[in-house]
């Protein structure tokens, strides 16, 4: 090989080298920014903004939220003066939307959110004074509710609610005669008016997030919902909560009672796997068969002459005490008979029943009292059970909460945590390297499952 030719095979090379690199830096994707660090001091933020972080903040006072950015909602009234179908009474303590919400003070919710390599952290507190957490329980000859003054409350029905906090993500192409997802947020799963109104976008898929007091709250869980033109549906799985009912209707009556058996549950391991028990007053998860006929209660009742130092309706008089309170409900069967046994001013009136009729004056007191409308599932399974919840509100501080004093309880707090991908497909997927910025909107409902207030749209934005 000449001198010449050397050079022009080593310039050759050179070129050959250059235009190889250059494509390579052509082909060469630009690597996703790194996660910016959290703030140091917590400030307002138009955008709910989720910072990476090592350390889970899977706790409420977890150091990460106390210098984390918070989107303050405005919260307005999504959507009022909704009433439930027959036999559902007094459950819709939002009915007028913001005034009535927290006796109409301001919600002034603010939430903060957290990433780390497998979990979206979000974390809301709203102020509601009242703490509600029961959902249709049986109540036998309740009140009547003011707002439906044609349905009559005798027999039995299903009353009082409790207090929740939704979440709509959009899984797929979300749309109601209200818009897209991208433009009305949530909107775009509500269509039809007055009670006909109903959670289902027209086409697309929707992921909706329930925090529930009564239903979900208690087994450290969110309930974990799909919409869609077919309406709002349990995620795949065994459901968390079941409706307590002999029957097919609103009026049919509870099919169970608690057994008297410690109703231990214990949080998912993310949410801290804290052990607690389910106060009976409450809450129901261990049950056993309601026996007995309040019908045939009440009349003896009366018969009787509990009335007589009772109430006509338990409600105490001078000679004996309230005796509809939930705080009965803490009694299994047996023991709630065994407290009657022990008064001697009662033996001439409750002594003498025969078995079948104290059975039937113990399911009409349960029906006094309220027994609790849906049975909680400690062994729920499934992409139903994906988003657990840690909350300042547990089953273990929820009678002081609602009773010590009113305000005792001024604010929610309810952390959730949900993988940021469950690849369920009723799920949504937080793919971040797909898109690190995601539409929600959040909803709030004191004493209701129907009316809201809250934001149909606010966006979500990884940093
Ligand atoms: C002469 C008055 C009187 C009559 C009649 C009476 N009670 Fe009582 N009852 C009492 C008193 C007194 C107590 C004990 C403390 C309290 O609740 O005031 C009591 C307690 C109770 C309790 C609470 C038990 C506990 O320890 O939790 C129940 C439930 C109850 N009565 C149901 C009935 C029923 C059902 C009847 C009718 C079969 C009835 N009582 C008739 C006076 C009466």
């Known amino acids: 090989m ?43 933020s138009t955008t709910l903004e989720a910072y990476f972080t090592n350390t889970p903040p899977n706790t409420i006072n977890a150091a990460y939220w106390k210098t984390a950015n918070y989107l303050q909602v405005n919260s307005t009234t999504i959507i009022k003066n909704l009433l439930y179908g027959d036999g559902l009474l007094n ?3 939002t009915y007028n939307g913001s005034t009535d919400f927290n006796r109409g003070g301001n919600p002034k919710l603010s939430i903060k959110a957290a ?21 249709a329980s049986w109540l036998y000859e309740g009140d009547y509710d003011p707002l439906k003054p044609t349905e009559v409350s005798t027999g039995w029905t299903s009353q009082r609610n409790s ?9 797929a192409n979300a749309s109601s005669p209200a818009g897209n997802f991208s433009s009305v947020g949530c909107q775009a799963c509500c269509h039809g008016s007055g009670n006909s109104a109903i959670m289902s976008p027209t086409s697309g898929t929707v992921d909706i997030w329930n925090w529930n007091l009564a239903t979900s709250s208690p087994l450290g869980l969110m309930h974990d919902l799909v919409s869609t033109s077919a309406g709002l549906v349990n995620d795949a799985g065994t459901p968390i909560a079941t409706r307590n009912v002999a029957g097919s209707t609103d009026r049919s009556g509870p099919a169970y009672e608690w057994n008297g058996t410690d109703q231990t549950v214990t949080s998912p391991a ?10 009976p007053a409450f809450y129901l998860m261990n049950k056993t068969p309601m026996v007995g006929s309040a019908v045939n209660g009440r009349a003896v009742y009366s ?18 005490g309230p005796i509809n309170t939930m705080s009965q409900n803490k009694k299994s069967r047996s023991a709630y008979k065994a407290a009657m046994d022990n008064v001697p001013d009662m033996s001439d009136y409750w002594g003498p029943l025969s078995a079948s009729d104290q059975d039937d004056v113990v399911t009409y007191l ?15 399974s499934g992409s139903t059970t994906d988003i657990s919840v840690v909350t300042n509100v547990t089953p273990s501080n929820i009678s002081n909460a609602m009773f010590v004093s009113t305000n005792h309880h001024s604010k929610y707090q309810v952390l959730i945590i949900r993988k940021l991908k469950t690849n369920n497909a009723d799920d949504i997927q937080f793919d971040l390297t797909a898109s690190k910025i995601y539409n929600f909107g959040v909803a709030l409902m004191d004493n209701d499952g129907k009316n809201h207030v809250g934001s149909a749209k606010e966006i979500l934005t990884f940093k």
Request: overall charge negative.
């Open 2 to 44: 000449t001198k010449i030719n050397k050079i022009l095979l080593l310039m050759f090379g050179i070129v050959l080298l250059v235009v190889a690199s250059c494509q390579k830096d052509y082909n060469y994707s630009i690597p996703p920014a790194p996660p910016k660090a959290p703030p140091k001091v917590s400030d307002s």
């Open 91 to 93: 459950m819709t303590g």
């Open 303 to 320: 018969s009787q002459g509990c009335n007589t130092c009772h109430g006509d309706n338990g409600e105490g008089g001078s000679g004996g």
């Open 366 to 380: 349960r029906g006094l009292s309220g027994v609790p409308g849906y049975v909680l599932n400690s062994s729920a």
């Open 270 to 279: 993310i949410a801290g796997g804290k052990t607690s028990l389910l106060d």
């Open 163 to 171: 207090d929740k906090l939704a979440l709509a993500f959009e899984i």
């Open 115 to 135: 990433y780390d390599n497998t979990n979206l952290y979000i974390l809301a507190e709203w102020y509601d004074s009242t703490v509600n957490p029961s959902q």
